[in-house]
């Protein structure tokens, strides 16, 4: 089975520009959760999407969005790009059989701000 | 609110011996704990994770690590560190927040010399 794809793996913007990620889950997993990674606040959730709904969210500013597609796949939008923002955005899915689900990671969205 | 807290930014070993990762954890309720490792440019695997099941827990890569609930500790060990073991080691736990929104702890980089 194919894992997580993450795209794009690397990604400049400039501040207050938008952008936009997309992940693909591993065939058959429904839920598909977003985290951001930086070297200062480490890792950090920023929601869970299943069945097309946001289920769970991170303590995140609202400029940071995300939605999911019926086949499952994943977007997450940050709009009006802060230097902040400039982060490994990783995904993460798991299948819906319990609290305990592994989730599976993707190698991740390097995002640099400039 | 559950968080987690690892002990030591940085470990460094000899080929060959003991790795010992601590991690402390704070829940209000009993907590699912769970160990992944990154590697360079890479996404988190999952190395183990306790659901209650028993407490100690055997992973991938001869990993394993104890449930403590009197210690409030689920500390990674592995009996003889590796070149390829070389990596940053991160300590989660769920269940207050929601049952896939992770929370990590900091992170230990773990160094193994030859």
């Known amino acids: 089975k194919a894992g997580v794809t993450q795209t794009p793996r690397y990604l400049i913007k400039t501040r207050g520009q938008q952008v936009t990620l997309s992940c693909s889950p591993i065939?058959?997993?429904?839920?598909v959760s977003w985290y951001q990674q930086t070297p200062g606040q480490g890792l950090q959730f920023l929601f869970e999407?299943?069945?097309?709904?946001?289920?769970n969210k991170g303590n995140f500013p609202g400029r940071f969005s995300g939605r999911q597609f019926s086949n499952s796949r994943s977007e997450m939008n940050v709009s009006t790009l802060e230097l902040g923002d400039s982060a490994l955005y990783l995904c993460?899915?798991?299948?819906?059989?319990?609290?305990?689900?592994?989730?599976?990671f993707g190698p991740g969205t390097r995002l640099t701000v400039l | 609110a559950q968080s987690v807290t690892q002990l030591g930014s940085h470990v460094s070993v000899s080929e060959g011996a003991l790795v010992l990762l601590r991690c402390n954890y704070s829940?209000?309720?009993?907590?699912?704990l769970f160990w992944y490792v990154q590697y360079p440019n890479q996404g988190l695997q999952l190395l183990l994770k306790?659901?209650?099941?028993?407490?100690l827990v055997k992973g991938i890569n001869g990993f394993e690590a104890e449930f403590k609930k009197s210690e409030t500790s689920f500390h990674l060990t592995k009996p003889s560190a590796h070149m390829s073991d070389a990596a940053e080691y991160f300590c989660?736990?769920?269940?207050?927040?929601?049952?896939?929104?992770?929370?990590f702890g900091s992170g230990t980089r773990l160094q193994v010399q030859p």
């Open positions: 999407y299943f069945s097309e709904t946001q289920r």
């Open positions: 065939s058959g997993h429904r839920s």
């Open positions: 993460a899915s798991s299948l819906e059989q319990g609290e305990t689900d592994t989730q599976y």
């Open positions: 829940s209000s309720v009993p907590p699912y």
């Open positions: 306790y659901t209650s099941a028993a407490t």
């Open positions: 989660a736990v769920t269940r207050d927040t929601g049952r896939r929104a992770l929370t």
